[in-house]
């Protein structure tokens, strides 16, 4: 595994890749007077991604790796729903509209420690800075939604923090089969612009704000065509969730209101491969 020695590597890579995010708030800023009032779910939010992963080998067992990410959003569905009743309960306003543009952008920057490198198996625990910034957007069906104008609402969330996991290293004759686990503590904003609502301020309608966490798990299949070259095969999965948090809602007079944020949740899973190139 003469590829091993080398210390700068450069991997351009596509993937397929799906995303699911839904949203709920209360009423009021106690959670009640319904606890779910208004909920947003995306779902299928889908396209392709390209990606470049560059790692680079600072010192004998210390690394840096920065993996930059963007999906473009070419199908999905979005729901809003609306209840008079706790639990879901009373459903009075309910409509499916389409998702079918938008885009994720993601950033790690991880530093990478070899703990442990043998014949047949190795670990790699490291620590990393995520940023993960998506537009999603609700938009009319073929028919409208409301007979002439043009829905064109946006929902834009930002998710950073840090993360710690460890990456475990499979030596299968030449190929290397790595999984990568992580846990994530994550700051959440949400910026949307609800466009047809016009006592509503624009471009930004109301913000969401909360802490969460995160899981992800990475799985890659590395095999050597040269001693500078490999092809890959890869698939990951994450998920992202807040704790409660705040809504604050802004009106085109300039007064505001609050209300609680119950929770956002995103779920990620991607399908690709690529080439990694050794300098």
């Known amino acids: 595994q003469e590829f091993k020695k080398h210390g700068l590597s450069f991997e351009p ?12 708030i209360a009423v009021d800023e106690n959670g009640q007077n319904p606890n779910v009032f208004s909920e947003l779910i995306w779902e299928k939010v889908r396209g392709p991604q390209i990606g470049l992963l560059t790692e680079w080998k600072i010192l004998k067992k210390l690394s840096v790796g920065l993996d930059f990410s963007y999906l473009n959003i070419t199908d999905g569905k979005v729901t809003d729903a609306d209840y008079a009743d706790d639990n879901r309960q009373q459903r009075f306003s309910y409509e499916e509209l389409s998702a079918d543009r938008g885009y994720s952008f993601s950033l790690k920057a991880k530093l990478l420690y070899d703990l442990y490198k043998g014949s047949f198996f190795g670990i790699a625990p490291y620590l990393a800075y995520i940023n993960k910034n998506q537009r999603f957007y609700m938009r009319d069906n073929e028919v409208a939604l409301i007979k002439g104008k043009h829905l064109n609402s946006t929902y834009q969330p930002f998710w950073q923090g840090a993360s710690l996991g460890s990456e475990l ?18 700051n959440y904003y949400a910026k949307a612009n609800w466009n047809l609502i ?18 992800d798990a ?27 948090g705040t809504d604050k809602l802004f009106y085109l007079n300039g007064s505001s209101a609050s209300t609680q ?4 949740s995103n779920r990620s899973f991607g399908l690709g491969g690529g080439v990694k190139i050794f300098f």
């Open 13 to 24: 890579y596509v993937k397929y890749r799906q995303e699911n995010l839904d949203w709920s």
């Open 169 to 186: 290293l499979f030596y299968i004759r030449k190929a290397i089969l790595s999984i990568g686990l992580s846990g994530s503590l994550l």
């Open 198 to 215: 016009e006592e509503y301020a624009h471009p930004i309608s109301f913000e969401h704000r909360a802490t969460g966490k995160g899981f």
């Open 218 to 244: 990475q799985f890659k299949l590395e095999y050597p065509i040269f001693s500078y070259l490999l092809v890959t095969a890869n698939a990951d999965v994450s998920f992202l969730e807040t704790n409660t």
């Open 261 to 264: 944020l119950n929770g956002v």
